[in-house]
């Protein structure tokens, strides 16, 4: 196995076991605990799911394949049952809070088109098509973003950089939320 595919392979098996993690949480969870809101100023899990699946939803559906993302194309916004149909990005707490699902069978359903499509995705990788540009820069409204930081100012934005930042970073900074909503409303971790 060169270097090349060594790396990208390990890419693969990290966003793989990233998507496991996601799919453990929700297994055992039910509606009450996926809504709970734990007070004022603090967001219910059932933002963290929102906001991180539609994010790896639109990252892969535009970047590497060229489409709408899933969400739209199934018309889940009503499936679900979303209270407050955003990704949460420009969104203020206050509004995010709000967040509640409707029907959690729908949201394991659409979880789960969305991992699986990741997972073929991940499988037509090249290092070559992860060296692809697809910004020469982030816009200004993504200047303050962890992307930012690790790409670097004015630096272009590759097909690497949205699958480590907006789909693997992303998801293991927002599963650590899931995990601690987890524990407020008496389930465990997903790992030991």
């Known amino acids: 196995m060169s270097h090349e595919e060594m790396f990208v392979a390990s890419l693969r098996n990290r966003i793989r076991a990233m998507n496991t993690l996601w799919e453990r949480a929700i297994s055992d969870m039910t509606l009450e605990q996926l809504n709970h809101h734990e007070r004022a100023g603090v967001l219910p899990i059932a933002f963290s799911f929102s906001h991180y699946i539609r994010s790896q939803d639109q990252s892969i559906s535009a970047i590497f394949l060229g489409e709408p993302p899933l969400w739209q194309q199934g018309g889940w916004a009503a499936k679900v049952g979303v209270a407050v149909d955003a990704l949460g990005r420009e969104e203020s707490v206050e509004q995010m809070e709000h967040q509640r699902f409707g029907d959690l069978d729908a949201?394991?359903?659409?979880?789960?088109?969305?991992?699986a499509r990741t997972s073929r995705v991940l499988d037509t990788l090249t290092a070559d098509r992860l060296a692809e540009v697809v910004l020469p820069q982030l816009p200004p409204n993504m200047q303050n973003i962890f992307c930012a930081l690790v790409i670097g100012p004015g630096a272009p934005l590759r097909r690497l950089d949205v699958l480590e930042c907006f789909v693997y970073q992303h998801g293991l900074?927002?599963?650590?939320?899931?995990?601690?909503g987890r524990a407020l409303v008496g389930l465990g971790g997903m790992t030991s």
């Not at 949201?107 to 991992?115: D, F, H, L, S």
């Not at 900074?173 to 601690?180: I, L």
């Open 107 to 115: 949201w394991k359903a659409y979880q789960a088109e969305v991992i």
């Open 173 to 180: 900074r927002h599963m650590g939320e899931v995990e601690h």
